[in-house]
Nanobody
Framework: VQLQASGGGLAQAGGSLRLSCAGP????????LAWYRQAPGKQRELVARVTPDDNTAYADSVKGRFTISRDNMKNTMYLQMNSLKPEDTGVYFC????????????WGQGTQVTVSS
């Protein structure tokens, strides 16, 4: 399962960015989709996830600012990031994960988000 992330870039504090992650339809519709991020010198952390039936969960640090969504018709997942803070800076990775048959876990290549103060 190949995932393709895009949409990163440079934003000022308080600004917005939208990340996208595209993948094969066969995987997207049955997987839990998630965004992770990794800041310099830190471990990768879960930012947000969405289940096949559209249940969402967020890290406390992004609640109320970020919105994850999925469009199964377009085989694409999104992360709308508003009210960005410098601490949101990092490389963002998308992930598609399924624990039951057919099981798989795939990562996108990562996209850099830099928020300046």
């Amino acid at each position: 399962v190949q995932l393709q992330a895009s949409g990163g870039g440079l934003a000022q504090a308080g600004g917005s960015l939208r990340l996208s992650c595209a993948g094969p339809r066969s995987a997207f519709s049955i997987a839990i989709l998630a965004w992770y991020r990794q800041a310099p010198g830190k471990q990768r952390e879960l930012v947000a996830r969405v289940t096949p039936d559209d249940n969402t969960a967020y890290a406390d640090s992004v609640k109320g600012r970020f919105t994850i969504s999925r469009d199964n018709m377009k085989n694409t997942m999104y992360l709308q990031m508003n009210s960005l803070k410098p601490e949101d800076t990092g490389v963002y990775f998308c992930n598609a994960d399924r624990r039951t048959w057919p099981a798989f876990s795939s990562w996108g290549q990562g996209t850099q988000v830099t928020v300046s103060s």
